[in-house]
């Protein structure tokens, strides 16, 4: 019978606690006190983590280079050695022996004392939370729309714009430019390219220039309730629900609610918009839009700010108050527009989806703040909990006592929202237009958007107030607020992935991806796990490595007295005398020999156990005369049967339980444990028992080898 022999139970569990103490995963003798000159003569079970400098020197090491050549994964090998964790594509499985093989001989190292048959377990940092495709992304070919291919999409080279617009969606034709560009090969590609709200009027004889002879109207100051409105104005402030609109004779809220999109909207756009006079909180809007057209672009010079204080805003929620509660407001077309004003030293908090603040001066059980739906690109530069000056419109009033506030401008800094800019055209007038980036990927032989990812792009660096790439700590912050906003109705486990330039360090990993998973009142996202993945050096003759990658948790119980399987060995006594002997037998005293448990309180006869000699008895006679009530008209044969039964089914998973609580159910595989132990039946024989993990800390019995005779 073959012994496998891979872990002493008390120097194991020294050396790994000692190895996670260690304030670097390293392998010289400095961050190793004390295991400079190991003395190690038993197979051990050991851990480590790979760093990030580790995961680079296993992706440039020729060996590894050649056998990614070989498989086909040279380009995927290099991006997890560029990005610092592995994927699902490539994991230590293949690629860690020959690094570790390479550690055998440098002094100090934890791989250079394992005895054969030791076990390392790996733990590493992976993106397999994704699914395997999406890990392509950071390695994704990037194309960029050109001139050219504007102008093949508007079939001119004369009458086109470098944009897509509503007759031209980016959708329809940049499938066909990727694959006249990169073939459909490729798995995934990032593409940039912009995008209009409008379509062009070439030859400039139907659309009139938008910059200079854009003329404002001087109808906002007129808005009616439940009476149709055009108005033609700037806009002057955005929020999560729709803009701030001003012409020549004031400034309204042009109301969508949960249907606007913030990207299609920027401070300064010179915008006519038709609708219906209504209502909020006592402040006049345009609601019911009937149409929106989007004229250009142009600077805006807000008016002297009212400046409040908190005896006039105070005021405000008072008079706000009473137009919200009068019930005829609608029937006489009486309401408020929104006041420009400035604040100074107001105070904002959040609270769950709500930003609220205090001013100066102002009784709270008379009149608090309410942002009104503040977008992302203004909650960045609120500095909550610290008074800010604010400049912006009061609108209306929400709850008992607040006063709606939609914020222009923080401490003199403007939000960044989405800039509007002018992209080259030939066309008879100029197109506002966006940058924007999607991904694509080939399926059945062609490219289609990826409707389920979504780019981050700079309009949207901007309103976070960073400049083209997240930290980690940053993307947790910000990427949330951003879901938030473009899926306010979002369902319960809804996912979506998203693409950005992580900032980790000095280094810069492009496309990183991100999944996005909403537990139906926060986002979360899940970039990096850690996996633990296990190695078993073997002897010399496998191939190119000492090591091998094995699932399996061996672990080793020697024989013999005094032995250091001795604790494990008394955790099966102590549970038979716990769960049998004192409720079966009304045992008092692990030493008082009533019961399966010998007066010496070291050995049963229920499973064999003995923590004296570290090893399951199995004579039938010895066991005859400790139980005699239980087993003195059975046959040897029954008893070493119901002998090893207890010990297979309920003493061993209940004690592998104890040890070992944290053993998880294998990924992808079946996570096996397997004993090594002797039994002494008149003699001694090597046997080896094998379990499952079905759940965490939960032991399926397989196999015994003392079966197979």
């Known amino acids: 019978m073959k012994h496998i022999a891979t872990k002493s139970l008390m120097f194991g569990a020294a050396l790994a606690t000692a190895l996670c103490s260690c304030d670097e995963n390293s392998w010289n003798d400095e ?38 050549n070989e498989r086909g994964e040279a380009a995927l090998l290099k991006a997890v050695g560029e990005n610092g964790f592995f994927t699902a594509q490539i994991t230590p499985e293949a690629y860690a022996p020959a690094w570790l093989d390479s550690l055998s001989g440098v002094k100090g190292s934890i791989v250079s004392t394992l005895s054969e048959k030791s076990t390392l377990k790996l733990s590493y940092p992976t993106s397999d939370a994704l699914p395997a495709e999406l890990t392509g992304i950071q390695s994704a070919a990037t194309l960029t729309v050109s001139e050219a291919d504007y102008q093949t999409v508007w079939d001119s080279e004369t009458d086109f714009v470098e944009a897509f617009t509503p007759s031209k969606p980016a959708s329809k034709f940049i499938p066909d430019i990727l694959a006249d560009q990169l073939g459909t090969d490729d798995q995934f590609a990032v593409v940039t390219y912009n995008v209009a709200a409008q379509d062009p009027v070439f030859g400039g004889s139907s659309t009139p220039d938008p910059g200079p002879s854009f003329e404002m109207s001087s109808t906002i100051s007129g808005l009616t309730i439940n009476q149709p409105i055009e108005a033609s104005g700037i806009v002057t402030g955005i929020c999560k629900q729709g803009y701030i609109l001003s012409d020549l004779s004031g400034s309204t809220l042009v109301y969508y609610g949960s249907s606007f999109d913030l990207t299609t909207c920027a401070i300064g756009q010179q915008r006519t918009v038709k609708g219906t006079g209504g209502a909020f909180g006592g402040c006049l809007q345009i609601g019911t839009i009937t149409s929106d057209e989007l004229a250009g672009t142009t600077e805006y010079t807000y008016p002297a700010p009212l400046a409040v204080d908190g005896p006039t805003f105070e005021q405000f929620s008072a008079d706000r108050q009473a137009l919200k509660a009068d019930k005829t407001l609608a029937d006489n077309g009486n309401g408020a527009a929104p006041v420009y004003a400035e604040i100074k030293g107001a105070t904002f908090v959040k609270s769950g989806n709500y930003i609220n603040f205090t001013v100066p001066g102002a009784d709270k059980s008379k009149a608090e703040g309410s942002g009104y739906q503040v977008p992302s690109a203004v909650e960045s530069i609120l500095n909550f909990g610290n008074p800010v000056d604010v400049r912006g419109y009061i609108i209306g009033c929400s709850g008992k006592a607040y006063v709606t506030f939609l914020v222009t401008e923080v401490n003199g800094q403007k939000p960044a929202f989405a800039p509007a800019f002018r992209v080259a055209s030939r066309a008879g007038q100029a197109i506002a237009s966006t940058e924007e980036k999607a991904v694509y990927k080939v399926a059945n032989g062609a490219w289609s958007l990826c409707s389920d990812v979504f780019v981050i792009n700079s309009s949207d660096y901007k309103q976070m107030g960073v400049s083209s790439n997240l930290t980690a700590a940053q993307a947790a912050t910000f990427l949330p607020v951003y879901l938030a906003t473009k899926f306010p109705y979002a369902q319960e486990d809804a996912t979506y992935y998203l693409v950005y330039n992580l900032k980790d360090g000095d280094n810069i990993i492009r496309n990183f991806c991100s999944r996005a998973n909403y537990t139906g009142t926060e986002w979360t996202l899940t970039t990096i796990n850690t996996n633990i993945m296990q190695f078993v050096r073997v002897g010399k003759g496998n191939g190119w490595s000492n090591w091998i990658y094995d699932p399996t948790i061996y672990i080793d119980l020697p024989a013999g007295k005094g032995a250091t399987s001795a604790p494990f060995w008394q955790d099966c006594v102590d549970w038979v005398y716990e769960h049998i002997d004192v409720p079966e037998f009304g045992s008092e005293s692990i030493t008082s020999g009533v019961g399966y448990v010998t007066s010496y309180g070291n050995n049963d006869y229920y499973c064999g156990a003995s923590a004296y000699q570290c090893n399951v008895d199995l004579r039938p006679a010895s066991a005859k005369k400790q139980v005699p009530t239980v087993y003195g008209n059975m046959s040897d044969e029954a008893i ?30 079946d996570q096996y444990y397997e004993i090594s132990f002797v039994m002494y039946n008149g003699s001694s024989h090597d046997e080896v028992i094998r379990y499952l993990v079905t759940a965490p800390g939960t032991f399926q019995f397989v196999s015994c080898s003392w079966n197979e005779d």
């Open 640 to 669: 070493v049967a119901q002998v090893k039964e207890n010990f297979e089914l309920r003493v061993m998973p209940a004690v592998l339980a104890k040890n070992y609580p944290d053993a998880q159910p294998g990924n992808g595989f």
């Open 31 to 68: 961050y190793l006190d004390g295991f400079e000159k190991p003395t190690i003569n038993k197979t051990e079970i050991v851990s480590y983590s790979l760093t990030t400098a580790d995961i680079k020197k296993i992706a440039n090491m020729p060996a590894n280079k050649k056998l990614a």
